[in-house]
Each structure stands twice: as C-alpha cells, then as structure tokens.
T-cell receptor, first 117, second 107 residues
Framework: NAGVMQNPRHLVRRRGQEARLRCSPM?????VYWYRQLPEEGLKFMVY????????ESGMPKERFSAEFPKEGPSILRIQQVVRGDSAAYFC???????????????FGSGTRLTVV | AQRVTQPEKLLSVFKGAPVELKCNYS??????LFWYVQYSRQRLQLLLR??SRESIKGFTADLNKGETSFHLKKPFAQEEDSAMYYC?????????FGTGTRLQVFP
C-alpha cells in the first residue's frame, strides 16, 4: 500500500500563475482532507471531500481556491492567481470513514511545498 | 470555540530525561484527541489517540477533562524521539491542530 501520495513535493510559481496540487488517497479510502501549514503555524483545515462531493469547505479562502475529488483520479487543490501569502506546505490526508474514526485515523501525505516568487 | 493550544514551541532535554509535551484544548462536548509526530523530512504519523489508551514508542497521554489537557509523556527520552509533535482535536469531520512542539533530545 503506497499510502497517501502527493505531488509535486515542491512547486514554485510566479505571482499570478495557477498552482495545482494533487493527492491520491490510500487504497480503500474515500475521504480526503486538505490542510495548509503556514510558516511557524500549525496545520489549518481547508476542505473535506468525498468522491465527487465537497462535504465541508469552511476553511477554504473565499476566492482563488477550489478543490475537487472526481470519480476517477486524484483530488486536486487549485489555487488561481497565486500571491506570496499562498506560500505554505499543503498536506492531504485520507481516511476510510467519517472523521477518521477507524482504527488508523487519518493518514497524511508528505505534503506539497508551494513557493510563490 | 474549539481550539488546541501547545504552549511550548521548543522543548530540549538530554537522553534519558523525562519528557512532557503540553496540550490543552477547548471543546464543548466529549473530545477525541490525538498526538501526531513528524520526523525530519517525513510525513505526519499518528502516534496515539486517547480512546485507545495505548502506549506507542514509550509515549502515553491521559485525557484530563477537569484540566482540559492531553499532555504527552515519556519517562526516558531517546535521541530518535527528536521530532515535531502535534496535538489534534477531532471536530466532527476535521482535525484541529495545535501549533506543534519541537522536541530535541541531546545525547
């Protein structure tokens, strides 16, 4: 089991460009969560998705950010017109059940470090 | 508001010394709490959760509802314990994390 796979590991974008971050959940997991970690801060929840549905996007900025988890393929976190303040580590986690209350809780990916120059 | 507080950014100890990483929470209801660990250049890993009452790598954590705390403890620290430790609270469908404590264990 390859675990939660995120790519790319590092992404550099110029201001105004688009950033696409990908997350493939663990095999058998149908729940995906995105978190953002700003420098010197803890992980902040962004969005929770199931296949083809956004369940909770209360942590997503209102503009420029969107997320999807299509029926086929990885979950995508998309940031349009990136600004310097978007520079952060973006982590994806997956779980087999609501709230990760299965035996193994959430499983995290290695993250994507976005740098906006 | 639901919140997790880890007051120490950095905790440095010598090998063999006891360790206590502090975590306090604010939650209206019955909390479900976790400790995650992130070793250098690796992903976050679940260390333990309070409902399982288990001991992983010698670490334990007891939920104290009176003090709203879930401190992580280990009686004898090892160098390989050096890592970032995050306390987290499950709020319906999402985890709320503290800002983390970096544990440094010196030889």
């Amino acid at each position: 089991n390859a675990g939660v796979m995120q790519n790319p590991r590092h992404l550099v974008r110029r201001r105004g460009q688009e950033a696409r971050l990908r997350c493939s959940p663990m095999k058998g997991h149908s729940h995906v969560y995105w978190y953002r970690q700003l420098p010197e801060e803890g992980l902040k929840f962004m969005v929770y998705l199931q296949k083809e549905n956004i369940i909770d996007e209360s942590g997503m900025p209102k503009e420029r950010f969107s997320a999807e988890f299509p029926k086929e393929g990885p979950s995508i976190l998309r940031i349009q017109q990136v600004v310097r303040g978007d520079s952060a580590a973006y982590f994806c986690a997956s779980s087999p059940a609501l709230g990760g209350t299965g035996n193994y809780g959430y499983t995290f990916g290695s993250g994507t470090r976005l740098t906006v120059v | 508001a639901q919140r997790v507080t880890q007051p120490e950014k950095l905790l440095s100890v010598f090998k063999g010394a006891p360790v206590e990483l502090k975590c306090n929470y604010s939650y209206s209801g019955s909390p479900e709490l976790f400790w995650y660990v992130q070793y250098s250049r690796q992903r976050l890993q679940l260390l333990l959760r309070h409902i399982s009452r288990e001991s992983i790598k010698g670490f334990t954590a007891d939920l104290n509802k009176g003090e709203t705390s879930f401190h992580l403890k280990k009686p004898f620290a090892q160098e390989e314990d050096s890592a970032m430790y995050y306390c987290a609270l499950l709020n319906t469908d999402k985890l709320i994390f503290g800002t983390g404590t970096r544990l440094q264990v010196f030889p």
